[in-house]
């Protein structure tokens, strides 16, 4: 059966957005009665929500392109296929086979959703979109990040001689996402029963991608190079500390994380 909401009578046009919840609804902005209640009762209202839609995800085919790439993770609909952060560029070729082994070509990749802003998740968005016809979504506050090619565009701190180097030695394309995503965006117009989360701290505009069966993909939020572990660079801690408590309150079985290998939530110390 495929999965489209009740507005539709096809599977919907790239081209309409309209769909796209937009609801900043972030924890750290209810009353100060308790964080950890305020994250429980956040917690059980977006699992409800999520539990309305009837999407299925009926594969995911982790990526993982090696080096200081970010992982990328593709994940098949009824509809065609989502595919959660590019990698570098120097990694395209291994991508482009990882995508068509698994039956991702032009014209069913619906959407490309960007967890941040850093270019070893980014680096072949803008070549995907044009080859594959697809999309790109990301949260706001890291758009200038691709809009100008700048990793340390929205950081609280960042080496002068650090960005030239970087931006010289990788030759970052830069681009525009076609639309923005923003805490509990709903994806089910793409046949994800999924929603986004607010997880600012590796940086301001860091999300996860929460699935009705209490998976994450978390982006850099967490690592597993060794060890499940937090990611090590942070913007800023109160933000992340935020966001550690906000997903406390899912029972995350998996998790996807942006280096390394997927990990279950229960051996993260």
């Known amino acids: 059966m495929v999965c489209v909401p009740s507005c539709y009578t096809q599977k919907p046009d ?9 609801c900043e609804k972030n924890v750290r902005s209810l009353p100060r009665v308790s964080k950890t209640l305020q994250a429980q009762d956040f917690g059980r209202k977006l699992f409800k929500q999520i539990g309305k ?5 009926k594969d995911i085919k982790t990526i993982i392109l090696g080096g200081f790439n970010g992982n990328c993770y593709l994940l098949k609909t009824d509809n065609g296929f989502v595919l959660i952060d590019t990698g ?8 482009e086979q990882e ?10 990749l619906d959407l490309i959703i960007i967890t941040h802003g850093d270019f070893d998740h980014t680096g072949n968005c803008a070549y995907l979109r044009e080859k594959y016809n697809t999309k790109i ?4 506050y890291d ?19 650090i960005k030239k180097l970087i931006n010289l030695t990788f030759n970052i394309r830069r681009f525009k996402p076609d639309f923005e995503l923003n805490e509990q965006s709903d994806l089910s117009i793409y046949g994800l029963n999924a929603k986004v989360l607010y997880l600012p701290g590796h940086s301001k505009g860091s999300i996860g991608i929460i699935t009705s069966d209490k998976n994450l993909f978390c982006g850099d939020l967490f690592i597993n190079r060794k060890k499940p572990e937090l990611n090590s660079l942070v913007d800023n801690i109160d933000d992340i500390n935020g ?18 290998k997927p990990f279950q939530m229960s051996s993260y110390k």
């Open 14 to 22: 790239r081209g309409d957005h309209a769909q796209i919840l937009h």
């Open 53 to 57: 839609s009837n999407c299925v995800i």
């Open 88 to 95: 570098r560029k120097s990694k395209r070729k291994k991508l």
């Open 99 to 108: 995508l068509a082994n698994a039956g991702c070509k032009p014209g069913n």
């Open 137 to 140: 979504a990301m949260h706001q």
């Open 143 to 161: 758009i200038g990040m691709v809009e100008y090619g700048d990793m340390f565009w929205n950081r609280q701190s960042g080496n002068i001689l």
């Open 243 to 260: 966001s550690i408590e906000k997903i406390k309150s899912f029972d995350i079985n998996t998790v996807y994380p942006g280096h390394g």
